[in-house]
Structure formats: structure tokens, C-alpha cells
């Protein structure tokens, strides 16, 4: 089976975000995992000219919590987008099912209200070794994607913006 690599992409296509705000709320579970998400994210958006003082981190103790702490962070930090990164491997019991549906279930509900992206970056593997080869491996890293979305999200919001 092939895994796009997560990391790729068209720089041509990415608009300015030299102003551009963005929270990141990570999970300190599977920290290995979700600490390379973290450094892959920050440095894509540094890479694209987003201010080191414009990204706002924020850490939570599993991937459950990234709900709550993304809906805070949209309400105290004034932010763009809030990115939402976390790491649940599956184990031998049904938790991670729970897991992976409440987060996904949690993040739809937030972007459902509209008022700014929050984007999904949470990792669903089998084991470790998944996650690490999509935290920086061989399939590039999930949160250099998550910033990505971000950044095209926010540029997308504006574009409404002016419709209005």
C-alpha cells in the first residue's frame, strides 16, 4: 500500500501568511509522537513568514483533551486558526475507538460553529511505528500538513470575508 508523503507540497501555491495568527494545541500523549508533529508544524509556519510571537502553543494531556483545549485557546488568544495535534495508537481495547471518535466528532463540532478552522491533526495508527513514520519518518509529518491547512484555511476565510 502507498502513503502520500505528508510533507509535500506546491510552495506556489500558499498565500502570504506574514500576518497570520495560529494556536497549536498538542497532546502530551504519545509525547515521542506528538512533540515531532509540534516542531514540524512550527517550522513550516516559520518557513512561511508566520511570526515566532503569532504562534501561540498550548499542551493537553491526551488526544481527548485537544477539544477543550482548542475551543480555550480560540477564546482567549486571538488567533487565525487553532491547530489541534495528537497521537492515538490503537491497543487492545476499544478505548482507542472511543479515542478517535470523540476528537474527530469534537473538531467537527468546533469548525461546525464557523468561527475560525480548527484543524484535525490527530495521528490514528496501528502501533508506534506508524506514528513515527508519519511525525518526521518516511511518510513526511502530519503536522507540516496540519500548518499547511492552516494557513490555506485562513486565506480562505479572508476571501469570504471580502464577499461579504
Given at each position: 500500500m502507498s502513503t502520500k508523503n505528508l510533507s509535500e507540497y506546491n510552495p506556489d501555491t500558499l498565500p502570504d501568511a506574514s500576518d497570520m495568527k495560529i494556536g497549536i494545541v498538542v497532546s502530551e500523549w504519545n509525547y515521542d509522537v506528538t512533540v515531532k508533529l509540534l516542531e514540524g508544524a512550527r517550522e513550516f509556519l516559520l518557513r512561511n513568514n508566520v511570526a515566532p510571537e503569532n504562534i501561540h502553543v498550548a499542551w493537553v494531556p491526551g488526544?481527548?483533551?485537544?477539544?477543550?483545549?482548542?475551543a480555550r485557546m480560540e477564546g482567549s488568544e486571538p488567533v487565525d486558526a487553532v491547530i489541534a495535534l495528537g497521537s492515538v495508537?490503537?491497543?487492545?481495547?476499544?478505548?482507542?475507538?472511543?479515542?478517535?471518535?470523540?476528537?474527530?466528532?469534537?473538531?467537527?463540532?468546533?469548525?461546525?460553529?464557523?468561527?475560525?478552522?480548527?484543524?484535525?491533526?490527530?495521528?490514528?495508527?496501528?502501533?508506534?511505528?506508524?506514528?513515527?513514520?508519519?511525525?518526521g519518518g518516511i511518510h513526511g509529518n502530519k503536522g507540516v500538513e496540519a500548518a499547511k491547512t492552516a494557513i490555506q484555511m485562513i486565506y480562505f476565510d479572508r476571501q469570504l470575508d471580502y464577499l461579504d
Open positions: 488526544s481527548f483533551e485537544l477539544i477543550y483545549g482548542a495508537i490503537r491497543g487492545e481495547t476499544p478505548h482507542f475507538d472511543y479515542v478517535c471518535s470523540g476528537v474527530t466528532q469534537g473538531i467537527a463540532q468546533l469548525n461546525a460553529k464557523g468561527s475560525i478552522p480548527f484543524i484535525f491533526g490527530l495521528l490514528t495508527t496501528d502501533d508506534m511505528q506508524q506514528a513515527l513514520n508519519r511525525a
